[in-house]
């Protein structure tokens, strides 16, 4: 398992927390699968950004981002040098520390219930 340090977020996780998730899962799922609720209005397929994260530890052990997710990337809010989509980045055996921005744009918005 691996170390996943989720920072402060104002709505999904207002405290952080420390997650652990198995290699060869997305950063998403390991969020989505330790109850945070990040968006991911494309259902993971990288066809939008609302699941961007900055990666502030650990950017390195991940895998590059490939053309399609770049390109998305250039779309999403607060963009840094360090950011993924976490549909896309792979949790390896590396800790990370990540961040979830304050703001997503997410052009249709739904409601799941």
């Given amino acids: 398992m691996t170390q996943i340090i989720v920072l402060p ?3 999904l996780c207002p405290d952080g927390t420390v ?3 198995s290699a060869g899962i997305s950063v998403c799922d390991a969020l989505l699968e330790n109850d945070i609720e990040i968006e991911h209005a494309c259902e993971k397929s990288c066809a939008c950004t609302t699941c961007h994260v900055v990666v502030r530890e650990g950017f390195a052990s991940l895998q590059s981002a ?3 997710e770049e390109d998305m990337l250039d779309k ?3 963009l840094e040098p360090n950011s993924r989509l976490s549909c ?3 949790v390896g055996s590396t800790p990370l520390v990540i961040e979830i921005p304050k703001y997503t744009i997410n052009m249709v918005k739904e409601v799941k219930r």
Avoid: F, L, N, S
């Fill in 66 to 68: 490939e053309e399609i």
């Fill in 19 to 21: 997650i652990e998730a």
């Fill in 9 to 11: 977020h104002p709505e």
């Fill in 88 to 90: 896309q980045a792979i």
């Fill in 76 to 78: 999403a809010w607060g």
